[in-house]
C-alpha cells in the first residue's frame, strides 16, 4: 500500500471515528434530556370523525399512532396522568381506525392496566378485539384476567373464559379456570397459570420479561401469603410487621420483588 493510500485510509477511519462518537454524544445528550423534551398529546376526537380523517389512509394513521404511544411507553419515562390519558386516547384511537391489528390490544394490555389505574380504558380496546378477531382467543383471555385480576369480579372473568375457551386453538386450560373461578373464590395459584400462559402465549422478548417480573412478583406475594397463615395458625394473630415471619422461623427470606419496592402486610393481608 502506498503512503498516500495508508494516509487517505487513516484520515477516513478517523473521521469515521470523529463522526461515530459525536453520534453517540448526541444519542446520549438526547436520552438524558427525553423526560423534559418527550411530550404526548393526543386530539379528542369522536370515532366518526377520526374515520373521516383518516379517510382511505386508516391503516397508515393507526400504525402512527400506535408507534407514538409504544414509543413513549418504550421511553420509560415516568408519566403524569395527562400523559397516560394521551397514551390510552392514541392506543383507543389507533384501535378504532384498524381494530384487526393484534400489537394494538397487546401493547394497551402490557402498559395500561399495569402502570395505571385506567383499566377500563384497556378493557374497551380488548372489546374491540374480541369483537373484529373473531378467531382469536387471546383478547377474551386478557378481559376474563383483567376481570378476574384487577376488578375482583370472578363471574365475569368466568364468562371471558369459557368463551374464549370455545375458539379453536384455545388452550384447553381456559375451561378449567373458566370452571374454577365460577365455583370459588380467586387464588394466586389461579394468578399465576393465568400469567404463565400469557409468558407461554407471548413472542415479543420485552412483553416476556414483564410477564416474568409479574409472575416473580405474585409468586412472591403468595410465598409470604402463605407463611401469614402459618403464623397465624401457629401463633393465633396476625404479625405486626413481615419481618417478623423471619423472626418466628417460619419464612427463611423475604422474597424479593421484581419491581423494587416492598412487599406490604395490611389487615393480614400482602399487597404489592
Keep these: 500500500m502506498k503512503k498516500n493510500e495508508i494516509f487517505i485510509f487513516i484520515f477516513l477511519l478517523l473521521f469515521s471515528l470523529i463522526i461515530f462518537v459525536n453520534s453517540q454524544i448526541r444519542v446520549t445528550d438526547s436520552r438524558s434530556d427525553l423526560k423534559h423534551q418527550l411530550q404526548i398529546s393526543a386530539t379528542p376526537m369522536a370515532p366518526e370523525m377520526l374515520k373521516a380523517f383518516a379517510g382511505e389512509f386508516k391503516g397508515v394513521v393507526a400504525d402512527y399512532l400506535l408507534l407514538e404511544a409504544a414509543s413513549f411507553i418504550g421511553a420509560n419515562i415516568k408519566a403524569d396522568e395527562k400523559q397516560w390519558d394521551a397514551v390510552c386516547r392514541l392506543l383507543d384511537q389507533s384501535s378504532i381506525l384498524d381494530p384487526y391489528f393484534q400489537q394494538t ?30 378467531w382469536d382467543w387471546r383478547p377474551g383471555f386478557l378481559l376474563g384476567f383483567n376481570h378476574f385480576y384487577f376488578m375482583k369480579d370472578n363471574s365475569k372473568a368466568s364468562q371471558e373464559l369459557m368463551q374464549a375457551s370455545k375458539i379453536p386453538g384455545a388452550p384447553i386450560g381456559l375451561a378449567t379456570w373458566g370452571s374454577r373461578l365460577a365455583s370459588k373464590a ?62 418466628s422461623s417460619i419464612l427463611p427470606e423475604l422474597p424479593r420483588n421484581p419491581y423494587n419496592r416492598s412487599y406490604v402486610l395490611k389487615d393480614g393481608n400482602i399487597e404489592f
Design 105 to 134: 390490544y397487546i401493547i394497551a394490555q402490557g402498559s395500561i392496566p399495569w402502570q395505571t389505574q385506567k383499566i377500563q380504558q384497556a378493557m374497551t380496546i380488548l372489546e374491540r378485539s374480541k369483537k373484529h378477531r373473531t
Design 186 to 247: 380467586g387464588e394466586y395459584q389461579v394468578a399465576i397459570e393465568f400469567l404463565s400462559a400469557m409468558y407461554e402465549n407471548t413472542e415479543g422478548v420485552s412483553q416476556k420479561r414483564m410477564l416474568k417480573d409479574r409472575i416473580d412478583a405474585v409468586a412472591g406475594a403468595y410465598q409470604l401469603q402463605q407463611a401469614v397463615e402459618r403464623f397465624k395458625d401457629r401463633y393465633d394473630r396476625v404479625p405486626d410487621t413481615l419481618e417478623e415471619l423471619l423472626g
